[in-house]
């Protein structure tokens, strides 16, 4: 039977977007040192394993005092030793006695506060106090900060710098995270070749893998460069049971998914028993997407034009890769509002995602300006985008000025 290609079967962006997003999360945990956890996700909560401060530690430099011998000053008090950070003083403090003591280094026993050393004069082995001082005065408690035992981190959060050091300090040198989902790449066509590769008069370099796989990597995932397949049953095929084989937790195809008599990915999936989600969707550029499963491995099929696949990797990969990581922003809404700074036609059916400028004006929403060009062979005027314009289907013409939404794009690295 031949196939739907009418307009009418093309699935919303919103339902695609659900259907590829579905009850995805992290698959498995793994241990990872500490170096190399920022930015991953906690699969469990994580628990102090000690108290910090684990003792009464000083807050500066100066001497541990008993505040009543300061009752009546100036106060001679006589020092008896030196308390360090690592170095503790072993003995305790009696009445008309001082101890010389060093930021974060333990209070002896018998000192309830710390004189700054700036209030004191010295003479000799004789300490002259010049100010009284409240009991607890530059005392850090035991636990001021956490005590063990203390759930600190709650399972999903995605580590930050700061999170990483507080896991050092509760006495975690390794952290259960979200394994690292894995996503095979898979380009396809004859006319497609690597960079620095011989090239043939009909050929072009596979540029869309190079983006795939940078927003892998970008977004907590490990890419699997599978090369090249050509425009034939036998090298696709090839193709995907080399995913398989490198148990991919996603397998990303790049073109072939469009309608042309070599656009054959479809219906190799199939021959290795996809189970077809959805095939073409409301959407300009990226129309021809394919998603579905084979076994545990999800599959997006993206459409081969660079715009195309890159526009589906920012509104499917990017929150499949984070769903699949454990990352909680795999379900955030990738639009922020901004104004038009030009007029725009009607829209038809399909979602349009316009590369456009955008400028800051004034105190207000920033202005996206969608370029002139849109063809969505177009990655050099991808690259000078600052966002993507979202436009409804069906949205009617609108001025500049007017209200809309945009996704903002990584910004330029300099
Ligand atoms: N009769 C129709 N023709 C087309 C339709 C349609 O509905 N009816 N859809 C168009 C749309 S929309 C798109 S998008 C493209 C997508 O087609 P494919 O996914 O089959 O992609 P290819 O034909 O293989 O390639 C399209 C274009 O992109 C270049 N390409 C492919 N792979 C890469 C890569 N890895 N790096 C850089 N460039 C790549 C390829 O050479 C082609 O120029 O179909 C329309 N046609
Ligand atoms: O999805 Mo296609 O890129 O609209 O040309």
């Known amino acids: 039977m031949a196939e739907p290609v009418g307009a009418s079967d093309l699935l919303p962006v919103g339902e695609a977007r659900a259907r590829v997003l579905a009850n995805h999360g992290a698959r498995g945990t793994e241990h990872v040192p500490l170096a190399q956890a920022l930015g991953r996700t906690l699969t469990e909560p994580l628990i102090a394993r000690r108290t910090q401060p684990p003792f009464a530690a000083s807050a500066m430099d100066g001497f541990a005092v008993r505040t009543a011998d300061l009752a009546t000053l100036p106060a001679r008090l006589k020092m008896i030793g030196e308390s360090a950070a690592g170095h503790g003083f072993d003995g305790s403090i009696a009445p008309g006695e001082t101890v010389r003591i060093l930021t974060g280094a333990p209070v002896p026993r018998g000192a309830d506060a710390v004189l700054m050393q700036e209030d004191t004069v010295l003479d000799g082995d004789v300490v002259i106090a010049q100010r009284t001082i409240f009991a607890g005065r530059h005392i850090r408690a035991t636990g001021v900060d956490f005590s063990a035992g203390q759930s600190l981190l709650a399972a999903g959060t995605r580590l930050s710098p700061i999170n990483v050091a507080l896991a050092a300090a509760m006495g975690h040198a390794e952290v259960p995270v979200a394994r690292k989902p894995r996503v095979a790449i898979l380009a396809t066509g004859d006319e497609l070749v690597q960079p620095g590769q011989t090239i043939g008069p009909d050929q072009i370099i596979t540029s869309n893998s190079f983006a795939v796989a940078a927003f892998v990597i970008e977004n907590g995932g490990e890419p699997i460069d599978l090369g090249i397949a050509g425009d034939d049953f036998a090298s ?72 195309a696949s890159i526009v589906c990797s920012l509104l499917f990969l990017v929150p499949l890769v984070r769903a699949l990581s454990g990352d909680p922003r795999a379900a955030e809404d990738p639009t922020e509002p901004a104004i ?75």
């Open 340 to 414: 038009l700074g030009a007029p725009v036609q009607a829209n038809s059916q399909r979602e349009d995602y316009l590369r456009a400028t955008l400028t800051q004006g004034g105190t207000g929403l920033p202005a996206a300006t969608p370029f002139a060009l849109q063809d969505s062979s177009l990655l050099n005027i991808f690259a000078q985008s600052q966002c993507l314009l979202v436009r409804s289907p069906y949205a009617p013409a609108a001025e500049a000025g007017e209200s809309c939404r945009v996704i903002k794009l990584s910004p330029p690295l300099r």
């Open 236 to 307: 696709l095929e090839a193709g995907i049971r080399a995913a398989r084989k490198a148990q991919a937790d996603v397998l990303v195809t790049l073109g072939g998914a469009s309608v042309g008599k070599h656009d054959l990915v479809r219906s190799a999936l199939a021959n290795e028993g996809m189970e077809l989600s959805f095939w073409r969707i409301a959407m300009r550029p990226g129309k021809p997407l394919i998603h579905g499963r084979l076994g545990e491995m999800l599959i997006l099929g993206l459409p081969g034009n660079p715009a």
